[in-house]
């Protein structure tokens, strides 16, 4: 498997809990709500015509990087991102406690 990346800068609103989030080419979730949309194929190449909403489902930690589990609540498509330094650590350490970690 080739995993490409295309970095894409652009800003949105979270549709989950409407922040105006602004994009740095690598934002591909909201950093408030953890929430994504299923729009890419390959990360940032905005190719899948999904656009579902994304529910962030776990949080794993493996070797100093932590993992979003998320999941497409219109396909049920399973993706993993890696969180970003953005990301809200109240709302990560929530997932972490729903999660059982
Ligand atoms: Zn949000
Ligand atoms: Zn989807």
């Not at 729009?39 to 899948?48: L, T």
């Not at 932590?66 to 498509?77: A, D, F, L």
């Amino acid at each position: 498997m080739t995993k490409k990346f295309t970095r894409t800068i652009e800003n949105f609103t979270c549709q989950q809990c409407k922040t105006h989030v602004t994009g740095n080419g690598y934002t591909n979730h909201c950093p408030h709500c953890l929430w994504s949309k299923h729009v890419d194929i390959n990360p940032g190449d905005r190719a899948h015509s999904c656009t579902g909403l994304m529910e962030p489902i776990q949080i794993n930690i493996q070797s100093n990087e932590t993992i979003i589990t998320h999941q497409c609540t219109k396909c049920g498509t399973i993706k993993k991102n890696k969180n970003h330094e953005s990301d809200s650590t109240s709302a990560i350490l929530a997932m972490m406690k729903k999660s059982h970690i």
